[in-house]
């Protein structure tokens, strides 16, 4: 007998015996019983941290418990494996190769996950990176193009001068480059775009079909920004021109006071031109035009503006109102040019004010009895209320107003209903080499050609210079460069950018179900039984980027008509960070703590169970060197339970009708609590991912049985405890496999637990017998209320102050004591 568990030795042991009988291989069924888990895979950076090791015990968790459940499980990890810093290690290092870099790292981090006992089918593992993965990136690309999703522009462009490569604009964060956080600029080039919102609306009317965190669907709706409004005609006489505007204040027309322009506005050349104070404005332009979009949009930074000396009328009035130009107005929102109702919206009110500008109120508070001046108002009214200074439409509502106004605008050709949103199209472009290449040829004589699908993969060449320059490595290689036209078979030239890793990463899942199909990326057999994702896991960060575009990608796919499904996961769970000292694990602040070292002090089980105990999944966890000290002591006292017991038990046959005819009083204290405890954990996993509670479940059951066996040393009833700690074993198997594995061998199990059946509960075991309970208030009855008999003093005080009827005598009253006498009565005694 071992007095502790020696997890350097078993942990391995059965890492090894799982691996060689291929425990975790998923076999291809129908899918009704089929279950698709999934955590986010990784950047193969080469160590593992321990917000990897949280999103992985969780997905584990819930692959095991899904087996023991009779479901075929589909688990799988692979690489996101494309990437920036391959590119600059090989740049740091100068003598090796990102993929060398890349494929040493995927190597490490396999060992390290295979160390954690995780449940994962590595027949199905892919890379991104693969070139038979990016094959079928290009593939879709390429299907994208043929069916007018991808197209390539001139636009300026988020440009990161440290990564020396373009962002989309998801991946600018606070004006700064998400990865290194250097401030963006802005750069004219031509790009590769994706058409995501061709598919805006049904991103968000997909909203309703998903069972994700509520906050992470208003994100996502707050970025596509769908607004409905009218698009206005403002007419410039001295151009003959008309300006276009789109508002969703149709409403406040006639407390439009003055037009602004962003300073990228096409009209300024025609508007400044031979004005008196014209090398003033284009000073003004250019200072504008070289401040960073999140200066000029900021609710805190300083309006700037200038007038361009040019005027337009307010097509409802006829009057005449100032063009200005202004920092706040962005040229890639909406026209990029705005009407300001300065009384109506807070923005143009400072702006109005700092600039001395007209300010005139055309909506009235309905609960207000004088009227709104504009001279006069202190700030913005942007609330409800009905309409003043506006014509016809005066004591109209504003819902009416819009409406009425909108139909006459119509009507008249002044302007037209439209919805706007915020969402742009997606920037795929990137000026670096490890990416998959875009399969585009451009020919002299036949124009953007794309690649013949039986010519792919286009393959990253080896013959390249690794350092930033601007354009893209791919551009210095003239073997990469120089292809022939597919069209017409003129020599041509291969497009030099790669794509965004974000489009690798877009439908990856996909490639799980049919890994190893040299014909499709999928077939729509293996789509059927399969997809969705049924469970998805990973962080908060990825609510938009990734999230957004693994949607838009599903929905393309599903035109594609290699699947029917709209979404890609049901369901998904947002996993919180691992703390230190109340801060984000880095090594700049020196509180990274490193997985490999805890796996080698206290091995992976208790690691597992610390991670999944230590807070609920969606918290942040606080990391604590005593938890896992905690939790370690806990799988101890479980070794040792069941170590002392297993000669004594192995070989017993249980019948667990005779188990439940022959309780005594202690064992039924041990047979209800281990019944409330397998309800109690299934519950948790199943409906509420609540592994913290779940596994405090456990403890308290393992508690109940150790005083079981104080108390009842000399007369064990051995069958009763082998059947017990079946079910014990059971329950713990999912946080951890190693340990209840050894264990379950030792007791005399030929095959593995986590192929058992998980243990279902008792109803009539779990049943407790209930007792009517008096409720007086100073000695008067106020009510009756039926608990459980051995119900603790507290809970059933937390249930007597719940009762209307008394809130309805203790409201505003002081409370002096409470008695209670159990199975009988509770008095509240108030003054």
């Known amino acids: 007998m071992a007095s502790h568990y020696d997890f350097k030795n078993i942990e391995g042991k059965w890492q090894k015996e799982w691996e060689n009988n291929n425990l975790y291989h998923t076999k291809n069924k129908d899918k009704k019983d089929n279950y698709y888990v999934l955590e986010m895979f990784p950047y193969p950076s080469g160590k593992l941290h321990m917000g990897h090791v949280r999103v992985y015990s969780i997905g584990d968790v819930i692959a095991r418990f899904k087996r023991m459940n009779g479901l075929n499980v589909l688990h799988p990890m692979g690489w996101d494996a494309f990437g920036l810093p391959a590119e600059n290690a090989a740049i740091k290092h100068g003598n090796i190769h990102p993929r060398e870099w890349t494929w040493k790292n995927i190597k490490s981090m396999k060992e390290q996950m295979k160390a954690l006992g995780l449940s994962y089918d590595w027949e199905r593992e892919v890379a991104t990176a693969d070139p038979d993965y990016y094959k079928w990136t290009q593939w879709f ?263 009425a106004i909108a139909d006459d605008m119509e009507e008249k050709n002044i302007g037209n209903r439209e919805v706007n949103y915020r969402l742009r199209d997606w920037l795929i472009s990137r000026q670096r080499y490890w990416g998959a290449p875009i399969p585009i040829i451009y020919c002299n004589q036949c124009g953007t050609v794309p690649v013949p699908e039986e010519d792919l993969p286009v393959m990253l060449p080896d013959d390249v210079e690794f350092s930033p320059s601007g354009i893209s490595p791919l551009a210095k290689s003239d073997q990469f460069v120089n292809a022939k036209c597919p069209k017409c078979g003129g020599m041509g030239k291969r497009e030099i950018d790669t794509m965004d890793t974000f489009v690798d990463s877009s439908w990856y899942f996909l490639r799980y179900i049919d890994p190893d199909n040299q014909h499709l990326p999928f077939s729509k057999d293996r789509a059927r039984d399969w997809f969705p994702v049924d469970q998805y896991i990973g962080g908060i960060e990825h609510a938009i980027l990734h999230l957004l575009y693994a949607r838009f990608f599903t929905k393309v796919i599903r035109d594609l008509g290699l699947t029917i499904e709209d979404e890609p996961f049901t369901k998904w769970l947002a996993q919180g960070m691992v703390l230190k000292d109340g801060e984000k694990m880095s090594k700049s602040k020196g509180n990274v703590v490193d997985p490999s070292k805890i796996l080698d002090e206290y091995g992976a089980d208790t690691a597992r169970l610390f991670i999944l105990f230590a807070s609920p999944p969606e918290k942040d966890l606080e990391w604590s060197d005593e938890g896992v000290e905690g939790s370690n002591r806990f799988l101890n006292r479980v070794w040792r339970f069941v170590d002392e017991i297993c000669d004594e038990i192995k070989d017993i046959q249980v019948n667990q009708g005779q188990i439940e005819t022959n309780l005594d009083d202690e064992s039924k204290k041990v047979y209800r609590k281990l019944h409330e405890t397998i309800q109690k954990v299934t519950e948790d996993i199943e409906n509420r991912l609540n592994f913290n509670t779940a596994i405090s479940a456990v403890m308290e059951l393992v508690n109940e049985i150790y005083h079981y066996q104080s108390t009842k040393e000399d007369d064990l009833d051995f069958e009763f405890l082998s059947y017990t700690t079946e079910k014990l074993l059971l329950l713990l198997a999912p946080f951890a496999p190693h340990l209840t594995e050894e264990l379950w061998h030792k007791i005399g199990n030929q095959s593995s637990i986590h192929l058992d059946k998980w243990p279902e509960y008792n109803k009539k075991a779990i049943k407790r017998d209930q007792v009517t309970i008096v409720i007086q208030v100073n000695g008067k009855v106020r009510d009756r209320v039926k608990v459980d008999t051995e119900i603790p003093k507290e809970e059933l005080k937390e249930i007597v102050f719940k009762q209307d009827k008394v809130k309805k005598y203790t409201e505003n009253k002081e409370i002096i004591k409470t008695i209670v006498i159990p199975k009988k009565l509770v008095n509240v005694v108030v003054k």
């Open 141 to 403: 690309f390429i299907k994208m193009f043929k069916n007018d999703l991808a197209y390539k522009k001139e636009q300026a462009v988020n440009w990161c001068p440290s990564c020396e490569t373009v962002l989309a604009n998801e991946q600018v964060v606070n004006n700064k480059c998400e990865r290194c956080e250097t401030v963006v600029d802005n750069k004219e080039l031509e790009q590769w775009f994706l058409k995501i919102t061709d598919y805006a609306d049904q991103l968000l009317e997909g909203h309703q079909k998903l069972d994700w965190p509520q906050r992470v669907k208003t994100m996502q709706k707050n970025w596509i920004g769908k607004s409905k409004g009218m698009r206005i005609k403002f007419p410039i006489k001295e151009i003959n021109s008309k300006l276009e505007v789109f508002t969703t204040r149709p409403d406040t027309i006639y407390g439009a006071t003055y037009m602004v322009l962003a300073p990228e506005h096409p009209y300024l050349d025609q508007l400044i031109s031979g004005k008196e104070n014209e090398k003033r404005i284009r000073d003004f332009i250019k200072k504008i035009k070289d401040q960073k979009e999140e200066e000029r949009t900021s609710p805190e930074s300083n309006k700037e503006g200038i007038f361009t000396g040019s005027y337009a009328t307010n097509p409802m009035t006829g009057e005449k109102i100032p063009i200005l130009i202004a920092n706040y107005v962005l040229m890639n929102y909406g026209t990029g040019a705005i009407m300001a109702v300065p009384a109506h919206d807070q923005r143009d009110f400072d702006f109005a004010k700092k600039y001395d500008l007209e300010i005139k109120a055309v909506i009235q508070p309905h609960d207000l009895e004088r009227k709104l001046i504009g001279s006069k108002i202190k700030e913005a009214y942007s609330e409800d209320g009905y309409l003043i200074n506006s014509d016809k439409y005066n004591n109209l509502n504003v819902k009416e107003a819009f409406e």
